[in-house]
């Protein structure tokens, strides 16, 4: 087994009234053959080794009231080969098909800000620059830089935020079927999120603290195979608590961005 938390799996369809909420609980629930093949709660100071980083140096382990976590601290040096998030984080070794992916995330500010820091420069926030697309992003399917899906959960969404985007030899274009307006991340406050791909559908649906209603999902999702990871378009943010349900998870030692 991978390095390895708990999430149940639910049972997907592109169209949101099909969820099934017998799929919905403990891991006892999750398909046959589905199985825990990742964790990481970050409690090793070598666990940020799991990772491989567009910039090494915007990443760092902190400890948060005796808690470890992974945190995007600063903007990465990176230029994508097409128009894409810069800070991301691979998860080394293997990649995956259909998954169940819960982690928990808190979004801790704009751009390099710290949110608190930002809403008492900003009485207004959603004046501030930034703050309407403040977001954090889940890679999944990752083949190669040019070749990868993503999920940007955003405060207001539009055509480039709060979106599930494809980036296929081109700058990433939004391939959403049903979106929230947008979600609250609140300030300093964790957010439990849970990602549900399903290969043989090709679809994927994404849940923000309600684990019973998802807020994002795309159908005719491509890349079949590939790494998953986290990290942002602009902003930075906080990792926590990985587990990734599967029936398998394929050895792939290729690395990128180093």
């Known amino acids: ?6 999430s149940p799996f639910i049972a997907l369809s592109w169209l949101i009234s099909l969820v099934s909420p017998a799929l919905i609980g403990a891991p006892d629930d999750l398909p046959d053959g589905y199985k825990l093949q990742y ?22 382990l902190r400890s948060e009231d005796g ?11 990176y230029e994508p080969p097409h128009r894409s998030p810069l800070n991301i984080a691979l998860i080394r070794g293997y990649t995956f ?22 809403m008492e420069e900003n009485p207004d926030p ?43 030899e081109a700058d990433r274009t939004p ?27 090709s679809t994927v649906a994404l849940y923000f603290d309600d684990m019973l209603t998802p807020i994002m999902i795309a ?8 790494f998953i990871g986290f990290g942002s378009f602009d902003d930075i943010g906080w990792v926590d608590n990985i587990k990734i349900w599967a029936p398998d998870a394929k050895p792939d030692n290729r690395a990128f961005f180093e």
């Open 39 to 60: 964790k990481q709660s970050f409690s090793s100071q070598k666990s940020i080794q799991d990772f491989m980083m567009t910039d090494a140096s915007a990443w760092n």
């Open 219 to 226: 159908d005719d999702v491509p890349f079949d195979q590939g």
């Open 97 to 118: 098909g259909s998954f169940v992916l819960e982690v928990d995330i808190l979004q801790s500010g704009v751009k390099g800000t710290p949110i608190a820091q930002f």
């Open 1 to 6: 087994m991978l390095p390895i938390r708990y």
């Open 67 to 77: 808690n470890r976590l992974l945190a995007l601290e600063g903007a990465s040096d």
């Open 126 to 168: 959603t004046q501030g620059r930034g703050y309407a697309h403040r977001d954090h992003c889940f890679f999944f399917g990752f083949e190669d830089p040019a070749h990868y899906m993503y999920i940007h959960i955003a405060k207001t969404g539009d055509n480039n935020a709060h979106n599930v985007f494809v980036v296929n």
């Open 175 to 201: 391939i959403t079927d049903f979106r929230t307006v947008g979600v609250d991340w609140g300030v300093s406050e964790w957010r439990k999120i849970r990602i549900v791909r399903d290969v043989a559908k």
